[in-house]
């Protein structure tokens, strides 16, 4: 009887310690549980094209991501791309309007993602006159 009762309460404990880790998100060494290997990535570039008189920059636009659990989902433009992280399925990006600029994207700004794959959104924010 003893044995069995150790037994348990050695599963007991493992049982707690294992709730413990995966609540607070952690296991062993503070490595996540739910890692980002399990998430594709988008890579997001926004380019501005300013011509003789616009005057904004990349950074004046703000991209937002529309996907299952994007991160970040809201991020300043850059044109060295920004990494995305999301779950597998269906996503869309789209930019902040700034008067005067017409926005393109690239076919990989929509349409859905696996796990593990990577792809690359380009957008190319154009100044034209008024």
Do not use: Q, R, W
Not at 8 to 15: D, G, H, K, R
Not at 25 to 41: A, Q, R, V, W, Y
């Amino acid at each position: 009887m003893k044995f069995v009762c150790t037994l348990f309460l050695i599963s007991l404990v493992y049982t707690i310690a294992s709730s413990s880790a995966i609540a607070s998100g952690f296991g062993s060494e503070n490595t996540p549980l739910i890692s980002d290997i399990n998430k594709g990535t988008l890579i997001v570039n926004l380019t501005t094209v300013n011509g003789d008189e616009g005057k904004n920059k990349s950074s004046d636009f703000t991209v937002n991501i529309h996907a299952n659990d994007p991160i970040p989902t809201t991020f300043k433009g850059n044109s060295s791309g920004t990494a995305v992280k999301l779950l597998m399925g269906m996503y869309s990006v789209t930019t902040s309007s700034i008067p005067n600029y017409n926005s393109s994207f690239s076919s990989d700004c929509t349409g859905g993602i696996m796990n593990v794959e990577t792809k690359t959104c380009n957008i190319v924010n154009t100044y034209s006159n008024p």
